[in-house]
Each structure stands twice: as structure tokens, then as C-alpha cells.
């Protein structure tokens, strides 16, 4: 949905699985009647499109295509934006690691995104300016990857950035990829990504184009793990040169680690999706791949040398989220001072089926109208929405 400041604000959806392109759009339907009844008035809905690579290449095909935009159009709706960072199968099956293969050292993950960039391109309406399509951070810390991983990564970076300049000559708005700072990526801290732009944008073989149409998406609950403030790390990202393509609306679990605390947090592991916990401590910050690391490193520890602090990255949703989460209000602080900074805001909670029982109380419908309406909420309190 359209904002004010030239905002734009999406339910990613990837909150449900879709294994082809009229399952998509069954997704779309749900995710904008639930955007209705959050905000009153006809206005078209902001949809931000997740796509699995297998209906990504169905999508290829034109006149599936354009079926499947002029059913968008039919359901009062629009898209500027396309979560690619997951590439597979996303919801009912162990995802963990897997989630950053391929990763950007292989030409699967350069196709697939050009791909999705096509796409994003035809479906973009004609009054919104730009495009935004996320990924992953490179690739994953915990593949033991050698330096030549990196170099991998900028020659596909470099060409994906040439790809996307193409896609603006010829259709008249721009694209930009935003990959994502995630706990245990290739880079996950503010530091490290600046580190990792800095190297690409002086690499001779990143043409120049790669600063406008490369940059950072800002997840709100990866950054909260990492202790990171939103003004200062968006500060830092902005006096390097690097945009921030879209910000993705997203909470985190905060605790301090009592017996009480962790036996209320193993309700939380699952096994899909990955689950880094980063402890915090008077000797600095310990890093666990996912709970149970965290569980087995803690086990026969007293509470006193179990850390002051964990944040673990589960998306809980940001209107209903248990154990005092950190909800990064503080990005839409910025943005109310800075709106230029970015202008696509999308709320990315997927993890819904696998939520512990009592936090899965409505349809899921339901949860994502919540979602919708203390999102509005705050946005109003910034100026941000009317």
C-alpha cells in the first residue's frame, strides 16, 4: 500500500507456501484481503512476491505471465517488490542451512535473480519508480568457504549489476537487489558489510552502474540480533555510499537466560527453519548456528555464565510477540526524520506454522491483519501513514 513520502508497504509471501504460480496467487489474495481489513478504503495493496525457482520459470512463459499480472490487476493490487532470497522449498520441510543454496558463488543464484528481476520489471506499475528484489548475504559463513568464494561472488554480483542496468534502459525505472545481512551469512554486521561493498565497488571487474542498482536490504530482526542500532548502522550504511533497498519489518526474541527463559524458548525449536543465537556476555558475543548449539553449550552451565543476553532470530509476529522481543521500532524513528532513505517496507514474518501453539491463536488471515494494523499504528505515530 501506498504511504506517505513516496512509501511503500508489503506483507512479504513467503509466509505461505506456494509450489506454483496460481498457488501464488491464492497466497496474493489472502495476504491483500488481510491488508483491507487493516486499513479502510480503496486503494490498490502493495504486494511483495515471494517465488519459489520452480514458479519464477513458469512465470517465464508470456502468456502465463501475463495471466498472472492481469490477476493481480483484477485483485485491486500491485507489486514493487520480490523476497529471492529463499530459492526452494520454504515451508514443511527442514529448510536450516539450506536456505543460502545455491548462494552467489554459483550461476544458478545469478539466473535465478536476473530472473526474478524480468519479472519484476513487467509487473511494475507505472507510477512507481523503482523496483526491489532481496537475496542472501553472499553465502553462509558455516559452508567453510576459501577467499575465492568471495571473488565468485563479485564476478556474479558484477554481472547481475550489468543485467539490472539493462533491464532499466529498457524499461524506463530502475532495479535495485538488496542482499541481506543475516546472522552466520558471509557478512552479518554492519561492519562487515560495508567491508564486503567496499571490496565489490573497487573490484575492475563491478562496472559502475553496481552502486545504483546493488545495495542492502535492512532486516530489522537479523541487525536486533547482532546488538546493532538502526540509527547508527543506517547512518554508517549511508556515509559508505551503499543503499538500502527495502527494510524488512521483522521482530526477534530477547532474553535473559534463566532456567525459567530457556525452558519457555525450547517451545521454540523447530525443525525448518534456522535459528542463530548470538549470547552476549562480559567477554563479548558467542555464537550458536541454531538452538540446539545454544541449548547443549548452556546445559551444565550456571545462570550467571550463560551470558547477560541471547537474541535469537525467529520471526515472531510483531503485534503479539512473547518474551519481551525486540521490535525495531527505532528503524521507523529514522525513517520519520530521513524518509529517503528507502522507501520499501515489507513485513516479513513466515514462520506462522511453526510459531509454539499458544502464539498460533488466529487464522492465519487474522494474524497478518494484526500484523498489518500495529504496523499502521506505528507508522502513524511517525508521520509516516495516514
Known amino acids: ?182 546472522p552466520l551469512g558471509w557478512f552479518e554486521t554492519t561492519e562487515e558489510t560495508i567491508s564486503f561493498f567496499k571490496e565489490f565497488f573497487a573490484h575492475p571487474k563491478t562496472p559502475r552502474c553496481a552502486r545504483e542498482v546493488i545495495g542492502v536490504t535492512y532486516d530489522c530482526c537479523h541487525l536486533a540480533i547482532e546488538y546493532e542500532d538502526p540509527h547508527e548502522s543506517l547512518t554508517m550504511l549511508r556515509d559508505a555510499g551503499i543503499k538500502v533497498a527495502k527494510i524488512h519489518l521483522s521482530s526477534a526474541l530477547s532474553l535473559t537466560p534463566t532456567d525459567e527463559a530457556l525452558s519457555v524458548l525450547r517451545g521454540f525449536d523447530e525443525p525448518v527453519y534456522l535459528h542463530q543465537v548470538i549470547a552476549s556476555g562480559q567477554g563479548g558475543f558467542r555464537r550458536f548456528e541454531d538452538l540446539p548449539e545454544a541449548f547443549a553449550w548452556s546445559s551444565n552451565l550456571p545462570a550467571s555464565a550463560r551470558g547477560e543476553e541471547w537474541r535469537v532470530h525467529f520471526h515472531v509476529p510483531l503485534h503479539d510477540a512473547p518474551m519481551a522481543p525486540l521490535r525495531d521500532t527505532s528503524v521507523l524513528d529514522f525513517l520519520s526524520l530521513e524518509p529517503s532513505t528507502c522507501s520499501h517496507l515489507e513485513i516479513e514474518t513466515y514462520t506462522w506454522s511453526v510459531l509454539p501453539e499458544p502464539l498460533r491463536t488466529e487464522r492465519i488471515a487474522d494474524q497478518i491483519s494484526s500484523e498489518y494494523e500495529w504496523t499502521l499504528t506505528e507508522l502513524r505515530k511517525r508521520g509516516l501513514a495516514d
Open 1 to 182: 500500500m501506498r504511504l506517505k513520502h513516496g512509501l511503500h508497504l508489503a506483507y512479504c509471501a513467503n509466509a505461505q507456501p506456494a509450489a506454483s504460480w496460481r498457488e501464488s496467487l491464492d497466497v496474493l489474495e489472502l495476504q491483500a484481503t488481510a491488508a483491507r481489513a487493516a486499513r479502510t478504503g480503496g486503494e490498490p495493496v502493495g504486494l511483495g512476491l515471494w517465488l519459489a525457482a520452480v514458479v519464477a520459470r513458469e512465470l517465464e512463459d508470456a502468456g502465463t505471465q501475463e495471466g498472472f499480472r492481469h490477476a493481480i490487476q483484477e485483485m485491486g493490487c500491485y507489486v514493487f517488490t520480490i523476497n529471492g532470497f529463499p530459492y526452494g522449498n520454504f515451508h514443511g520441510a527442514p529448510v536450516k542451512r539450506e536456505v543460502y543454496r545455491p548462494d552467489w558463488t554459483t550461476r544458478e543464484r545469478l539466473d535465478h535473480t536476473l530472473r526474478l528481476s524480468r519479472l519484476l520489471a513487467a509487473l511494475l506499475p507505472g507510477d512507481v519508480p523503482f523496483g526491489t528484489v532481496s537475496t542472501l548475504p553472499g553465502s553462509f559463513k558455516g559452508f567453510g568457504l576459501d577467499d575465492s568464494a568471495q571473488e565468485a561472488m563479485f564476478r556474479n554480483l558484477a554481472e547481475c549489476a550489468a543485467g539490472l542496468d539493462r533491464l532499466r534502459e529498457q524499461h524506463g525505472r530502475g532495479l535495485i537487489l538488496g542482499l541481506e545481512p543475516e
